[in-house]
């Protein structure tokens, strides 16, 4: 009797402990923030997402917000922005930005359109990236431009390209000239870095990969770069020049280093998190479950540490699906803080996509603070099995210090007459 009861003793003890194990963090930790759920823009019409970014757009202030809508995926219509210089306490009217981000090139469809943007304090600008994109077949040809505005971002200079080796520029006559469409591919990054000196930093993905055998056949290139940004006051421009190369095998990740993100850590290092993915639209499998990835530059960005797996500051691993994830230093607490999908079990992909959580950022170990990870939004019973709680935009509010989050519910009705829809949220963080 006492053998089979210490046997049992010792069977609950291992089956606890495995079950502890299995419990996602999120489900036990004390959270790191309080957050306000609201709905931002409701969609209009059947099939269609609508969406909304916000952004400082100058030294104090000044904000600019974008608005558009979606019926076919990454494609945005009606896109049209406004301004704020009290905070977005009153608005100027909404002015239109482009009806849609493809453009018709000799009968030619290229993708075109803005993305990450940060005000830049030493030249007075605000620069942003924009991106270049052509679908040849079933091949994604991609290249980064900057540009830069002097009034908020209501008028660009002309976009120059982030170079990283030699090729032609754009010919809008010939858009797809072999010596354009396979020369500097670059994907944009997720966010431009501002270090204390005035310097750029933003990394490209899915860049030429020279150690790829099947680099040109790739849907998704294998490989990503670190541009610094220095001004010139003779060419009242910014001199990009490129730094550390680095690439990931598809067995790692089947689409490669996708949507860097950088960061610059207490410490003076540099920290790129990427999204990774387990499955690549040739068929190609990743022999990992899904994850982020990330490197670390002791150098400003002219070497990175091979991409490897990001993790938990405990040393274990998290699930993470292939899905845009940001981080911020909050300006008061002095914390870093990423927001992401982490998932109780392996990812497919792209999904699922939730929850969407924040978590602090270890700064020494350059990892998650596993006690940190605290839910954002998740998925209830009543909504899309594939809603996703992504791609959205982030800022800190420079008068109450929340936190702002802006995203659109992709997926979010169950209803199939629904399929398509949409509606944008406003989530506003407060800090513990």
């Known amino acids: 009797m006492y053998r089979i009861a210490l046997l049992l003793c010792v069977f609950v003890l291992v089956s606890g402990l495995t079950f502890a194990q299995d419990i996602p963090p999120w489900k036990t930790n004390s959270p790191i923030a309080d957050v306000k759920k ?56 909404f002015v239109k930005v482009q009806p849609s981000n493809n453009i018709n090139y000799n009968g030619v469809t290229v993708w075109e359109g803005e993305a990450c943007s940060v005000y830049a304090p030493k030249p007075g600008v605000l620069v942003q990236m924009w991106l270049r994109q052509i679908q040849e077949g079933k091949l994604y040809h991609c290249w980064t431009y900057s540009r ?31 010596t354009y469409l396979d020369r500097n591919e670059a994907y944009i990054g997720s966010n431009i870095e501002v270090l204390p000196d005035g310097t750029l930093l933003h990394c490209v993905a899915h860049a030429n990969a020279p150690g790829d055998p099947k680099n040109n056949e790739r849907i998704w290139r294998m490989g990503s770069v670190m541009f610094s ?16 190369h680095v690439e990931i095998n598809p067995e790692m ?21 990427w999204r990774g993915s387990t499955e690549g639209w040739d068929g190609t499998k ?66 699922p996509r939730y929850p969407l959580v924040i978590a602090e950022v270890d700064e020494e170990k350059a990892a998650l603070k596993k006690s940190t990870v605290t839910v954002v939004d ?39 007459a629904e399929k398509g829809a949409g509606d944008c949220y406003k989530y506003v963080l407060t800090i513990r």
Do not use: C
Request: overall charge negative; proline content about 6%.
């Open 148 to 178: 830069y505005s002097r009034d908020a971002g209501r008028t660009w200079s002309t976009p120059k390209q982030l170079r990283y080796e030699d090729g032609e520029d754009f010919d809008p006559n010939e858009p797809m000239k072999a």
């Open 286 to 351: 990743a022999t990992i479950p899904g994850r982020k990835f990330f490197s670390v530059s002791t150098d400003g960005g002219k070497t990175l540490t091979a991409p490897g797996e990001w993790k938990y500051d405990d040393g274990t691993s998290f699930y993470s699906p292939s899905s845009f994830h940001r981080m911020i230093r909050h300006s008061v607490t002095g914390k870093l803080y990423w927001f992401g999908n982490i998932t109780p079990e392996p990812p497919a992909g792209n999904m």
């Open 38 to 93: 609201e709905l931002y823009r409701k969609h209009d019409r059947p099939g269609t997402s609508v969406l909304a970014s916000m952004q400082y757009v100058g030294p104090g202030l000044e904000r600019r917000e974008v608005q558009s809508s979606q019926t076919l995926d990454d494609v945005s219509d009606d896109i049209v922005a406004r301004w704020s210089s009290d905070n977005g306490k009153t608005w100027s009217e």
């Open 229 to 244: 940004g220095v001004w010139d006051d003779a060419a009242q421009d910014f001199v990009w020049t490129a730094g550390a």
């Open 253 to 273: 990740s089947a689409r490669g280093l996708m949507e860097p993100e950088v960061v610059q850590l207490k410490d003076g290092r540099i920290l790129v998190v």
């Open 378 to 416: 998740d998925r209830q019973p009543d909504q899309g099995k594939d809603i996703q709680f992504s791609n959205f935009s982030l800022l800190e509010d420079r008068e109450t210090h929340a936190l702002e989050l802006y995203m659109t519910l992709y997926g979010q009705f169950a209803d199939p």
